[in-house]
């Protein structure tokens, strides 16, 4: 195989890593070998843009980054990428605010990116480009003659083609994932859905294994779930689970339990419905006031964005409203950080929590459900409740699945959770550790670079049928 060429929009600098070091630096560490390149926006903006490509080397991989303006900032990161096609891809089409002018900014970045990225290349690398961000990086180094085999991963859950096409410009953004030789997928339902979507938009009708020929070019979309280094979490959480932080916690808990919710602050999370959630379960099942406390991580994030202020106000409100109702001097049914915590701190809390809360609304996979389990201890594990909607249900059946809509059923699973007897709690974690530890992040990246390192990218049987 030929150097593996990382693009993502952030590039997490190890200069920069910090508290809440994690997310694809983690997933990607056993494919980054020395040698390899990692390219993408430094964070910074100022007035050249991307004009001078900055480079560093650390542990024998390079890390290449451009800066952006702060025009291209607003219109591609913050208005288009996450204002428009974050809300898209998580089936919020209310909270889509498209402007053209948005649009043009997320084409122009992804074209700057392209030419920064295009002379750094080599004719055998292999390029994995991750993300919504840059689904149109492909079509653009095509245009500029680079001929590599290029992936493209999507972190998100992909949209059924009714939900698709509620974004203007989605055909456009459709052809421009054919340009890529691999689309990877958490789930086998996020490929049917873009597989639909090629069906019915460009008249293809891929092969079973997701294969298809657009415009003479073959593409293959897989599914390929995320996962993490379960044995290296759970050795963190064993550890950090004796630390002064993790003693603290439990002894401001009395012998009362704990539930835990680690979440970006994000309206995709489902962070409203599940403090509704713990109110009604505070009110339906009285018993169990006092013996329990949750405690929700929710680390701020895309702060210069509305719907994210506003569910920061709202978050801030319903919390105060559970408290007010429900506290007793000594009790708190419901502590609320807006910080980010250490990682191998988190891993601690996790291990010492009763019942671990995943509930979002939509999520491409959600890795604190991996994370949890993974950190629980053996003889005593904890309870996961799991949406429905998240990635890791298909694979997590053995955690408790709920609809995170449903305040009563999310309710009633705590009251399951936490009335569980150790036998049960043994079983059903020991069937999700075997999944957990059985799909890693080793595994994704194998996967995934396998299918565009060595696949077959010739269809078996294309079947090419126009619309008529
Ligand atoms: C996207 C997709 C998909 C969270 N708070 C803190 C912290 N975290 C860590 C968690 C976990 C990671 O961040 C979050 O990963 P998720 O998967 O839950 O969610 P997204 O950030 O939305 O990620 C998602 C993922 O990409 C991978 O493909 O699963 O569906 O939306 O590792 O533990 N880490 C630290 N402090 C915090 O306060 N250190």
Same mark, same amino acid.
């Given at each position: 195989m030929g150097r593996l060429v990382v693009v993502s929009n952030r590039v997490p600098l190890?200069?920069?890593?910090?508290?809440?070091?994690?997310?694809?630096?983690?997933?990607?560490?056993?494919?980054?070998?020395?040698?390899?390149?990692?390219?993408?926006?430094?964070?910074?903006?100022?007035?050249?843009?991307?004009?001078?490509?900055?480079?560093?080397?650390?542990?024998?991989?390079?890390?290449?980054?451009?800066?952006?303006?702060?025009? &291209?900032?607003?219109?591609?990161?913050?208005?288009?990428?996450?204002? +428009? @096609?974050? %809300? /898209? !891809?998580?089936?919020?089409?209310?909270?889509?605010?498209?402007?053209?002018?948005?649009? &043009?900014?997320?084409?122009?970045?992804?074209?700057?990116?392209?030419? +920064? @990225?295009? %002379? /750094? !290349?080599?004719?055998d690398d292999l390029i994995w480009v991750h993300d919504y961000h840059l689904i149109p990086l492909a079509a653009e180094l095509r245009g500029m003659g680079v001929k590599n085999r290029i992936g493209f991963f999507l972190h998100t859950p992909f949209v059924p083609p009714d939900i698709f096409h509620g974004m203007p410009r989605s055909v456009e953004l459709l052809t421009n994932l054919c340009a890529y030789d691999v689309v990877g997928f958490h789930t086998r339902g996020y490929r049917a859905s873009f597989l639909d979507c090629v069906a019915e938009t460009l008249g293809i009708h891929p092969d079973p294994d997701g294969r298809f020929v657009w415009r003479g070019h073959a593409v293959r979309a897989i599914v390929d779930p995320i996962g993490i280094d379960a044995d290296s979490f759970a050795a963190c959480a064993r550890e950090a689970a004796k630390s002064s932080d993790a003693r603290l916690l439990r002894e401001s808990l009395g012998r009362g339990a704990l539930a835990i919710g680690v979440d970006r602050l994000d309206y995709s999370k489902g962070l409203v419905n599940r403090f509704q959630a713990i109110g009604r379960f505070f009110g339906n099942y009285p018993q169990h006031r006092r013996e329990i406390s949750f405690l929700q991580v929710a680390a701020r994030s895309r702060e210069d964005q509305g719907a994210y202020q506003r569910l920061r106000r709202e978050l801030d409100q319903i919390v105060g409203d559970l408290n007010g109702r429900y506290s007793e001097f000594d009790w708190t049914p419901l502590r609320y950080m807006t910080r980010a915590v250490k990682r191998d701190t988190l891993a601690g809390f996790f291990r010492i929590s009763r019942l671990g809360i995943v509930t979002p609304l939509r999520d491409g996979m959600n890795l604190v459900a991996k994370e949890y389990i993974a950190a629980q201890d053996p003889n005593d594990p904890g309870v996961l409740i799991l949406s429905r909607f998240a990635g890791a249900a298909e694979e997590m059946t053995e955690a408790l699945i709920v609809n995170p809509y449903d305040a009563d059923e999310v309710a009633e699973a705590m009251h399951i959770g936490l009335s569980m007897d150790l036998e049960e709690r043994r079983e059903r974690w020991q069937a999700l550790y075997d999944k957990v530890t059985g799909s890693t992040a080793r595994r994704f990246c194998t996967v995934f670079l396998n299918h565009l390192g060595h696949a077959d990218l010739q269809p078996e049987r294309p079947t090419l049928r126009a619309i008529s």
């Open positions: 190890p200069s920069e890593r910090g508290a809440k070091a994690g997310g694809l630096a983690v997933a990607l560490a056993d494919a980054l070998q020395p040698g390899s390149l990692w390219f993408g926006w430094s964070g910074r903006r100022n007035a050249r843009g991307s004009a001078v490509t900055h480079v560093q080397r650390s542990d024998g991989i390079t890390y290449a980054t451009v800066d952006l303006t702060e025009a &291209d900032y607003h219109s591609f990161y913050v208005n288009f990428s996450n204002g +428009a @096609l974050w %809300p /898209l !891809l998580h089936y919020r089409l209310g909270l889509i605010d498209f402007k053209s002018e948005d649009y &043009d900014g997320y084409r122009s970045v992804n074209r700057q990116f392209a030419a +920064a @990225l295009q %002379p /750094l !290349l080599r004719a």
